[in-house]
């Protein structure tokens, strides 16, 4: 129902927009930033609920989608030609498989959770990160072992079966919630 209440909002009000200069926090968020659709208000809250910083939270969803709200993995090619089946579930900002986001549905209660609400990929990002603290004593500023932790799951990660492109990913993670750290100091407003 959520989900439908919200693509109803974002029709009527075109509030919500894929921003257009995404190495830049400020911009991004002054691009949604009105009473209907609040990036920075959102993100402020997951950190506050789960005590992941800002920044490692937006970095993850910039790493994942690119702040595509309805982001999916490529197809595969039946034949090298046909498009065919999706790598994988990913969906949505968060790029959150179906098992996932029905593991955190259940576990917070959050049954409305919809994985094209800025709002809830937010507090998904900042839950699994929290996850991952628990389960792997991550510590809540690791943005690199968070972000393995995410990418590959939480098993994966402890096996310590980190493959080339996991850690590259996540040396670019780091990288750009640093450039965000330091943008939104200076951002003004945030």
């Known amino acids: 129902m959520k989900c439908l209440v919200l693509s109803v909002v974002v029709l009527l009000a075109g509030c919500a927009r894929t921003p257009t200069q995404i190495s830049n926090i400020c911009a991004v968020l002054s691009q949604n930033d009105g009473p209907v659709f609040n990036w920075q208000r959102s993100s402020k809250r ?3 609920k789960y005590g992941i910083p800002m920044p490692i939270i937006l970095a993850t969803i910039y790493a994942e989608s690119g702040f595509q709200q309805r982001a999916k993995p490529p197809r595969k090619k039946l034949l090298g030609l ?17 098992g996932t986001w029905k593991e955190y549905r259940r576990k917070t209660g959050h049954k409305t959770a919809c994985r094209t609400s800025f709002d809830d990929a937010a507090q998904f990002i900042a839950w699994f990160h929290r996850e991952s603290i628990r389960k792997n004593a991550i510590s809540p500023n690791d943005v690199y ?7 590959m799951g939480h ?14 990913k996540a040396q670019q993670v780091q990288m750009m919630a640093q450039r965000y750290a330091i943008q939104l100091r200076n951002c003004g407003r945030w």
Do not use: C, D, M
């Open 46 to 48: 997951a950190e506050q």
């Open 82 to 98: 046909i498009p065919w089946k999706r790598l994988s579930t990913a969906y949505g900002y968060s790029q959150a498989v179906n």
């Open 145 to 151: 072992g968070l972000y393995l932790n995410y990418h």
């Open 155 to 168: 098993r994966a990660y402890a096996r310590g079966s980190h493959s080339a492109f996991a850690i590259q």
